[in-house]
């Protein structure tokens, strides 16, 4: 018995064996056909790339020429500002544009694919005038493709309907719908004109300057916010010019905005009917809908007042490291200085925490409100030095019985502080410390 049960084993030994070697010697075989093998249907550098046509069936071709390293324009069927980030997706399409498959070498009836009559061309030109035609078919009835060509050569392949469909773009796909087409950061001065409110803005060194109706310091967040709106305010493409035109002529005016820079001046007047804006621009023939996702954003900062527009802050230090601060008040006098991370007070280490704090408060100090008058006898002189000596800004504060009015030495500008504004400053004042003694070693 025992020698019948080795038998056994050993026969089950073998097959396990015979099997093992079998698996071994007969793996399955990699896909030679897979994507990455396929060859490219065309590779372009969109560098080179000097002019681009498409061709949607049953639309008249739009052709955009190459005007600058990132800049383009429609000149069929009309003459227009091309959306440059939208050419440039196209451009990324077709570098490289890449095959699923090759379906035929030599296809006897391009009908068959849906070539004879292409859905989509598109032609590409380089700077050596040469042009390539890509011929875009029928969908594939599986692998969720499509059927391509380009011109010269009589291989149909499958390419992903992805490719299509990045290609695929009508008119107002490719026109650039901003109501004003200029870079921002070219715009020198911003003339808001407002019924009874008008505003001057003045691009310098260090931001913005309000000009009008006088000189103010400004906030130039909210300038550089309602700068970028105007640049970025687009027109609706599903409301037809001629119902925008009809809608802008009875809407009320909310203000018209002149832009001056570098490449001259552009307008845009805004109005609003009920929640919608239209806008009628020197750069944008015609008048326009404003589309919603921009218009009420364009809208708030077109209503700012004067005041939110001038800079609450009453140091412009900003997030720099001071020098010096000079703090008076009645018999309290304190004088800080910082030498690389370490601050002194009368030849005394500070603790650094302490000073932080303080800096902090005076960073923060800003305004509740602007006030013409109250402002009689000081009662806090505080002076901040920064920029390696080149800036010093002096301050005057006179506490008040609902806070305290401040004074800058430069401009009549009067602030008002409200009470925890001026807590922060003088709690942060009472908090400082000399630094703990270092332990012996």
């Not at 006898?377 to 800004?393: Q, Y």
């Amino acid at each position: 018995m025992k020698f019948r049960g080795l038998i056994v084993a050993a026969a089950v030994l073998l097959v396990l064996a015979g099997v093992l070697y079998w698996s071994e010697h007969h793996k399955p075989k990699e896909n030679t056909t897979a994507s990455s093998t396929t060859p490219a249907i065309l590779k372009i550098d969109p560098a080179t790339v000097t002019g681009l046509t498409v061709k949607g069936k049953g639309a008249p071709p739009v052709v955009l020429a190459r005007t600058g390293a990132d800049q383009w324009k429609i000149t069929a069927p009309g003459d227009y500002p091309a959306d440059s980030s939208a050419v440039t997706s196209m451009l990324s399409a077709l570098s490289p544009l890449n095959s699923d498959s090759i379906v035929k070498d030599h296809p006897a009836n391009l009908a068959d694919y849906g070539l004879s009559d292409p859905s989509l061309e598109v032609d590409v030109t380089g700077k050596d005038n040469k042009t390539s035609r890509l011929l875009f078919g029928d969908d594939a009835p599986t692998g969720g493709g499509v059927y391509v060509q380009l011109a010269g050569n009589p291989r149909v392949f499958t390419t992903g309907s992805d490719a299509k469909s990045s290609l695929n773009k009508s008119l107002g796909d490719l026109r650039d719908k901003r109501l004003v087409p200029v870079d921002g950061s070219s715009v020198s001065n911003i003339d808001l004109d407002r019924k009874n409110h008008d505003i001057s803005f003045a691009r310098i060194q260090s931001g913005w300057q309000i000009e009008k109706p006088q000189s103010y310091r400004t906030d130039n967040y909210q300038v550089d916010d309602l700068l970028s709106q105007l640049t970025g305010a687009k027109w609706d493409p599903s409301v037809s010019a001629e119902d925008a035109a009809r809608d802008f002529s009875h809407a009320t005016p909310v203000a018209t905005v002149k832009l001056t820079g570098s490449s001259g001046n552009d307008t845009i007047e805004v109005r609003k009917e009920k929640d919608d804006y239209f806008a009628k621009s020197s750069a944008v023939p015609g008048a326009w809908k404003i589309e919603s996702s921009s218009a009420s954003s364009l809208g708030a900062d077109l209503d700012r007042s004067l005041d939110d527009f001038r800079n609450k802050q009453l140091f412009d230090f900003g997030y720099a490291d001071p020098e010096k601060i000079e703090y008076h008040s009645g018999s309290t006098s304190i004088m800080l200085a910082r030498t690389g991370d370490d601050w002194t007070s009368n030849g005394k280490k500070m603790d650094s925490n302490s000073v932080e704090a303080l800096v902090t408060a005076v960073r923060e100090l800003s305004a509740s409100k602007f006030v013409t008058t109250g402002f009689t006898v000081p009662t806090i002189d505080l002076t901040v030095t920064s920029s390696n000596g080149k800036r010093v800004e002096k301050l005057q504060i006179q506490k008040t019985s609902d806070g305290a009015i401040a004074k800058r030495d430069v401009g009549p500008t009067l602030y008002s502080l409200d009470p925890a504004a001026l807590s922060g400053l003088t709690d942060a004042i009472a908090g400082l410390k000399p630094a703990a003694p270092e332990k012996k070693k």
